[in-house]
């Protein structure tokens, strides 16, 4: 904890003077919301093509840029899960012409795991909008002795360190969810870090680890081939690709609610006027069919916060996340 | 049988549609092209293709994107031939033998040779994909850290009298590998290592431009000063100049076979890549041949083996791919993006559910296949013709390519310093010859090493005889074992050879 806010209060400096810089620009600031967007608009993917971040980034873009009128180009900029490509829109002027899709791992988990991360999440961004969140779904090979989370908690109670759950690594969303119910059970689980999802799949597949907290879409294609069997999903309601599979919370572990989630970021110090009017544009996206086909597709659930809900959201996801990397003793 | 065939005729009716076959056809161009452009590798092809296939029919996009990805396998070769520098970072170990036959006028040769190598380990792997996809991913499902590192192991091992000229060298330089290796996220505890507080080091050095600074730019400036290319006398080709003789026949068939083997082996293990493949068929066929003197000399062995296994490994990278949903490398995980992307989710259902799509894109490597075959030889004149190109316009235009390549996979300049500072130091090694190969060995399998060793002790709780234990991780071993005898027992190993040449006499003849 003391080591965010000794960061928050270089950033809040930082702020400061940004914000002292505005103010003398201000009036060229005004004029600028109003014609806004008068060329294109970037988004930064911190990630290569390909990925889930990447899909709602291109179709938020297609929307974005037929309301507004501008063409919306998506940038890719992978390295470092994702930090890469923060950090370059954190840095970026705050004109509303870099955005960045940002994720649970680039603007919450790293700044509660890295005390060498060059941004701050909370006070170098102002966000647009949380766009949408995810639960994940704890699954087991179908041919496993786990048969709930009440058998998962008996045996890592009685066997501390033995039950083995793979992630696509440190500081991921599946990683701090592990960590989670660890913490909210009481028990001690292993985590075994991958270099990426695809990895650890393979290896609960093959029966080299016991569980995994698993993206909902490529988790549930395995459960229809009867190759594992989801234990509950992560989030606060019955998913709806995974009917009648429990919810964490209701298989016995009172309050757990663990989400990844997407969102629009732009740099901290974007003019009010600029923001609003690219709220609006993202929540009228929202609406349209093309994105609702991608939602129900990819098994998303549509958040849509305004800029100050976000805001507060991210500031309470790093603060829960700092507490659970603070408990697990992950940063050493 | 019958229900083979039927989905044989599914594909082909998929793969022969016109619009499948102009796809096909630009993804294979595309392919060979950016290949054959030192720098600009396939994975960089098919981010920046990606989106512009938003808005085809999935079948379509992923014959496009699959394109790309294996025609890029068989125009690598050609720039390691014909001027030392590596097209993909996979082709790297093409320069040990290819540019010396290049030197020695045989550019057509080798180039012909190259793309035979390529189809026959191209077909041999889509053979077992059609057949056997189910069943080899099951036995790749086996593999957990313990036999990935017994395999690497054996990699390192048996690569580790890779290039000519001094052991130790070679030897400092695969540390020298590790050690850059080193650089990045420890995957265990994810804290930053080694990256000096730069953000962008933080996965790592990129491979592609650690391959294009030690070969790539590293060649250029050793060059720079030299007035002109075509020091070999090529004048006009002769499909004659082209065609191997007998003997050469001879020469290259069982490599290329052993190495299409090796290839669609490391090829069908996920998170493997061409890369390795070429490396370990290179170091295979250096270790059985009779004559390893001859490689790095302009071996048509040497040539074939790597060139085999790379095509073959991108062919059998798509059996995990596509029975799992497992990506073979990352090459292969972008494509399965592409699937998401379309609505289709990769998965042990795949072959069942979307069986247009998968008999489609089989059928679609043949005619691909086919196409870039007759597509690579009549382009072998223009492809020498290159060489006449004076060095003082080709050699920046190689810079520049390089530096959009290793720039287009992240979007980021610091790549471009790092394919800088890497072409200083191959300099360095160059003029003090120290051999490349080694470094990018150690490079490669240094992490695999690392990562694989501890995440088996993390799940063994830190026991060692876990790797004695599996029966397949013991094999490797003791091959690992088998192979370090043959090292420090050369004379036993001279009277072995010795015996079996007495006792098959008419073997090699000529």
């Known amino acids: 904890m003391k080591k965010i806010f000794s960061k928050g209060l270089v950033s809040a400096g930082l702020a400061l003077a940004i914000g002292a810089a505005s103010m003398f620009a201000s009036p060229a600031n005004a004029v600028a919301a109003d014609s806004y967007p008068d060329k294109p608009i970037t988004i930064v993917v911190p990630f290569p093509p390909g990925g889930s971040t990447d899909l709602l980034a291109r179709k938020i873009g297609e929307a974005l840029s037929s309301s507004l009128g501008q063409p919306v180009v998506v940038e890719n900029r992978g390295g470092a899960g994702g930090t890469v490509g923060a950090n370059y829109v954190a840095k970026s002027d705050p004109d509303g012409y870099t955005l960045l899709m940002g994720v649970t791992g ?9 005390d060498d991360l060059p941004y701050s999440p909370v006070t170098d961004f102002d966000p647009v909008s949380i766009v949408i969140s995810s639960p994940l779904v704890l699954v087991v090979r179908e041919d496993s002795d786990f048969k709930s989370v009440q058998d998962v908690i008996a045996y890592a109670k009685a066997n501390p360190e033995y039950f083995t759950h793979g992630t696509p690594g440190v500081g991921t969303s599946m990683h701090m969810t592990g960590e989670l119910f660890g913490l909210e059970s009481g028990t001690k689980l292993l985590h075994v870090p991958y270099k990426g999802s695809a990895a650890a799949l393979q290896d609960l597949l093959g029966g080299q680890i016991n569980a995994m907290f698993g993206d909902i879409l490529v988790t549930s294609e395995y459960v229809k081939s009867g190759d594992l069997r989801p234990l509950a999903v992560t989030g606060t309601k019955e998913h709806f690709l995974l009917k009648g599979v429990p919810t964490i ?21 974007t003019p009010t006027a600029v923001l609003d009017k690219l709220y609006t544009a993202v929540s009228a996206a929202l609406e349209t069919d093309a994105l609702k086909e991608v939602f129900a597709q990819r098994g998303f659930l549509v958040e849509g916060m305004n800029p100050a809900d976000s805001k507060a959201f991210i500031a309470s996801e790093v603060d829960k996340w700092t507490k659970v990397v603070e408990a697990a003793g992950l940063k050493k | 049988m019958s229900e083979f065939l039927a989905n044989i005729q599914l594909g082909l009716s998929t793969a022969l549609s016109a619009e499948a076959l102009l796809f096909c056809f630009l993804g294979v161009t595309v392919g060979t092209v950016v290949g054959v452009l030192p720098g ?90 059609m057949g056997f996809a189910p069943l080899i991913a099951g036995f790749a499902l086996k593999f957990s850290s313990t036999e990935y590192f017994s395999v690497m192991l054996l990699g390192l091992v048996a690569a580790s009298t890779l290039s000519v000229g001094s052991p130790f060298k070679a030897l400092a330089m695969v540390v020298f590998g590790i050690v850059l290796g080193q650089v990045g996220t420890d995957v265990n505890t994810g804290m930053f290592r080694f990256n000096f507080g730069i953000l962008e080091l933080a996965d790592g050095f990129g491979l592609v431009a650690v391959a294009m600074g030690l070969f790539g730019v590293a060649e250029i400036m050793a060059n720079v000063g030299q007035a ?245 991780s013991l094999v490797f071993l003791l091959i690992s074992l088998m192979f370090l005898g043959s090292v420090f027992m050369p004379g036993l190993r001279s009277k072995l050879v010795s015996r079996v040449r007495r006792n098959a006499p008419s073997d090699d003849a000529d």
């Open chain 1, 106 to 114: 680039s603007n919450a988990i790293s700044a509660a795991l890295r």
């Open chain 1, 249 to 269: 919370a209701e298989a016995g572990i009172d309050g757990f609610a663990a989400f990844s989630w997407q969102g629009v970021f732009a740099p901290a110090g």
């Open chain 2, 40 to 129: 600009i590798g396939a994975l960089a092809a098919i981010s920046l293709a990606l989106p512009l296939t938003y808005y085809l029919d999935p079948t379509t996009a992923l014959i496009m994107l699959a394109g790309i990805f294996y025609g890029a396998q068989y125009g690598g070769s050609t720039a390691s031939i014909l001027l030392n520098l590596p097209g993909t970072a996979t082709s790297a170990i093409t320069c040990l033998d290819g540019y010396p036959l290049a030197q020695q006028g045989k550019a057509p040769l080798a180039l012909f040779v190259t793309a035979i190598n390529s189809f026959v380990g191209s077909s041999f792997a889509i053979v077992l994909v």
């Open chain 2, 228 to 472: 002109s290319g075509a020091p070999m006398g090529v004048k006009g080709i002769r499909f004659k100049d082209m065609l191997p003789s007998r003997s050469e026949w001879k020469e290259i068939w069982k490599p290329t076979l052993r190495g299409s083997v090796i290839g669609s082996f490391v090829g069908a293990l996920p998170g493997t890549g061409p890369g390795i493949a070429s490396l370990m068929a290179y170091a295979a066929e250096k270790r059985l041949s009779r004559d390893p003197s001859q490689f790095g000399k302009g071996s048509l062995a040497g040539l074939s083996a790597p060139e085999a296994a790379n095509n073959a490994s991108v062919q059998a990278a798509f059996i995990p791919t596509l029975s799992l949903g497992i990506p073979g490398d990352a090459v292969v995980a972008v494509l399965m993006g592409a699937m998401i992307l379309h609505g289709i989710t990769p998965g042990p259902n795949l072959i069942n559910d979307q069986p247009t799509m998968f008999w489609g894109l089989i059928m679609s490597f043949w005619i691909g296949n086919l196409m870039l075959l007759f597509l690579n030889i009549p382009l072998i004149g223009l492809w020498v013709r290159l060489l006449s190109i004076p060095y003082r316009l080709l050699y920046p235009a190689i810079i520049l390519f390089i530096c959009i390549g290793v720039y287009s996979a992240d979007n980021n300049v610091f790549d471009i310093y790092v394919v800088l500072a890497f072409g200083l130091i191959g300099y360095a090694m160059r003029k003090f010859s120290y051999p490349a190969t080694p470094v990018l060995l150690g490079f490669i399998l240094g992490p695999l090493l690392e990562e694989h060793f501890r995440r088996a002790m993390l799940l063994s709780h830190g026991d060692l005889t876990i790797f004695l234990q599996r029966p397949i």
